[in-house]
């Protein structure tokens, strides 16, 4: 295994995709020397937020920024001293990661609560970074809330949460707040351009779209879903590969069977259908496939200001044919479409042939004229 993710951990508040607020401000609070004693970083899976709260140790710390006026205007970590080399290699007293997630933090803020009081050993600042504090106890957090309410100057605390409403607002209100967002398609696509060229590997472009898609805007999912396709395929990667192993089919094929429906066209649904079913598909995951296009279809059909949001998560050409297919959606026919296409998702569950339900689904919905 690669583990890409981890080879390619951003290192640099420059290498950090998206997120263009955040690295802003932040990069400006290093260049002012000007840091907040707390920072929470919430927002969804694999976006960012611990490989930031990493960089920032480092930002905060990095000797070159302190001894040399030219770089620091640059409000990055210089990645080559002293203090940059040993956090990164996690081998430095001051700057601790807690996982709030084992055993929920207790024995954790308890040291943490001893051991903020006393001056850091190497560097300027101690940095505490609490990973998943949304685990911790309420006797955790209580505890937690008291060191937030006086940190001594030397320390500086980063939460990060994946789940952010389930933090106490006393916490949250005694910190500096960055919400993390999901990736687009195409920044995704573009960094797993960019991961597979410096690993020699070649790839036909809908197979990254389709990893990127599957990733749901987390960059390390991408990640992983590449490194487990690497593993098994080799340094070609095709998207028949990636739509067998990842039981997704191609956009293409979507597109034309959805479209059959739309337009009504019983004959060619079905003949659609028994095609893509021989290649060996997985027809509860088409199924889900084809509902969410047809939604999402009948949704830019109702409202057009969506295409904006839509602009984030797909493709190019999933974004053209939505286009196409919202100027001619009968309304009342196609929530009866998605009714009987979420119904036989049900029934395909329990089905020994799951191909049946489906196919019913597709007759119902195309025969009334
Ligand atoms: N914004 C980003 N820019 C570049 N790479 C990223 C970004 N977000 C995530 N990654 C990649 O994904 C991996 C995981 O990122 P990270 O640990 O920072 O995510 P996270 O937001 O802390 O996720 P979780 O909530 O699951 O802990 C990184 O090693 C990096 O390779
Ligand atoms: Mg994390
Ligand atoms: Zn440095």
């Known amino acids: 295994m690669l583990a890409i993710y981890r080879k390619y951990r951003p290192k640099k508040i420059q290498d950090i995709i998206g997120q263009e607020s955040i690295t802003t401000i932040l990069r400006n609070a290093a260049i002012q020397d000007k840091f907040a004693h707390a920072y929470l970083f919430y927002g969804p899976r694999g976006t960012g937020k611990t490989s930031m709260a990493r960089i920032l140790a480092k930002v905060i710390n990095c000797k070159k920024r302190q001894t040399d006026g030219e770089f620091k205007k640059k409000g990055e970590p210089c990645g080559e001293c002293h203090t940059c080399i040993q956090i990164e290699s996690g081998n430095t007293l001051d700057v601790i990661e807690i996982d709030a997630a084992s055993n929920r933090g207790i024995d954790e803020i308890r040291n943490l609560k001893e051991n903020i009081k006393t001056m850091p050993t190497q560097f300027a600042r101690k940095v505490f970074i609490i990973d998943e504090v949304h685990m911790l106890t309420t006797q955790a957090f209580n505890a937690l809330l008291k060191t937030l309410e006086e940190p001594p100057a030397h320390a500086i605390l980063i939460l990060a949460t994946t789940e952010y409403e389930k933090v106490p607002a006393t916490i949250v209100s005694r910190t500096q707040r960055f919400h993390f967002r999901k990736l687009t398609l195409v920044e995704i696509v573009s960094a797993l351009e960019s991961i597979i060229k410096k690993e020699n590997i070649t790839c036909e472009p809908s197979a990254l779209e389709m990893i990127a898609y599957l990733a749901e805007g987390s960059m390390r999912d991408a990640q992983s879903l590449l490194d487990q396709i690497i593993s098994l395929q080799g340094n070609h990667i095709t998207t028949a590969q990636v739509e067998l192993l990842l039981g997704k089919t191609d956009i293409l094929k979507i597109i034309s069977l959805s479209d059959a429906l739309i337009t009504k066209d019983e004959k060619k649904a079905l003949q659609l259908l028994h095609e893509?079913?021989?290649?060996?598909?997985?027809?509860?995951?088409?199924?889900?496939?084809?509902?969410?296009?047809?939604?999402?279809?009948?949704?830019?059909?109702l409202n057009p200001d969506l295409e904006k949001l839509f602009t984030r998560e797909l493709a190019q050409t999933e974004l053209t044919a939505l286009h196409k297919h919202a100027h001619v959606i009968d309304t009342e026919y196609i929530v009866k479409l998605l009714k009987l296409l979420i119904e036989a998702q049900t029934n395909m569950r329990y089905n020994p042939l799951p191909i049946i339900p489906f196919e019913l689904a597709l007759i119902e919905a195309t025969q009334e004229k």
């Not at 060996?280 to 047809?294: F, M």
């Open 276 to 301: 893509i079913h021989n290649e060996g598909h997985n027809l509860p995951q088409l199924n889900r496939d084809i509902t969410e296009y047809i939604r999402r279809a009948l949704a830019l059909h």
